[in-house]
């Protein structure tokens, strides 16, 4: 472990490194931006990651997530990255939950150093952010990589900070966190770039979790380029692994 963490240990030095070996992060979303921050987390050396993700690999994935390849669409992303994550670090502990976060879905969020929000439903994100919020658990929030391309109008700050508050996505989000309340107190990864697509697409989504429950909502389909979700994915770990350093 030391050789494969010695460049780590070269900036942050040892007794950081063996800290992390101790923590314990849940990533929801394992797509282009939760896909990104678990594996910097795993090449950090965090010793513990708990992943939460109901969907498989498709190919319109290829083009900005780390773990599409063509030869597994189709199979499960928290089974592709459990295989991926004891690749880099043969010591790492990490479960799987492989199903839709709902409110019906009961995760004790008390025993996480860090929760990671890389999740794109509206109603699962806004539950995710308040019951964080609530439980004084540190979050951080991707608010949107979709519709965008240049990765460097990028920023880390918290949700009373946001510059461009006007984008449909964050409106929303922060229209019903408002609602609960919540107006300031979770970080989030935001963008100064106003969103564009060609075109807009949206279908009906129906899920259908563990618990039987019935998620259905209306999904519109962003545009998204291999640069911004990646970028965002490693700010979102830069930020959780220099929090941990405190």
Not at 1 to 14: A, Q, T
Not at 113 to 132: G, N, P, Q, W, Y
Not at 142 to 169: H, Q, V, W
Request: net charge neutral; with cysteine; aromatic share 8%.
């Amino acid at each position: 472990m030391s050789e494969l963490f010695s460049r780590n240990i070269l900036y942050w030095g040892k007794e950081f490194q063996e800290n992390l070996a101790s923590k314990n992060i849940c990533i929801l979303g394992l797509g282009g931006v939760g896909g990104y921050t678990c594996e910097m987390l795993a090449r950090a050396g965090v010793g513990k990651l708990t992943l939460l993700d109901f969907d498989t690999v498709s190919t319109s994935n290829i083009n900005r997530q780390i773990i599409a390849l063509q030869s597994n669409v189709g199979v499960k992303k928290t089974k592709l990255f459990e295989e991926r994550l004891k690749n880099i670090n043969p010591a790492i502990e990490v479960s799987s939950i492989d199903d839709f976060y709902s409110e019906s879905l009961t995760l004790d969020f008390i025993r996480f150093d860090f929760v990671v929000d890389a999740i794109d439903s509206m109603r699962s994100k806004v539950h995710l952010l308040e019951t964080c919020h609530k439980l004084g658990v540190p979050v951080i929030s991707s608010m949107g990589a979709g519709n965008r391309l240049d990765p460097t109008a990028l920023y880390i700050c918290d949700i009373s900070e946001i510059e461009n508050k006007n984008a449909p996505f964050v409106s929303n989000i922060l229209y019903q966190l408002k609602k609960r309340g919540i107006e300031s107190g979770i970080t989030v990864v935001a963008s100064r770039e106003k969103p564009f697509s060609q075109e807009k697409i949206s279908e009906q989504e129906r899920i259908e979790t563990k618990s039987g429950e019935i998620v259905e909502f209306n999904k519109i389909i962003p545009s998204s380029t291999p640069f911004v979700a990646s970028t965002a994915g490693i700010f979102m770990a830069y930020h959780i692994i220099k929090e941990l350093s405190k």
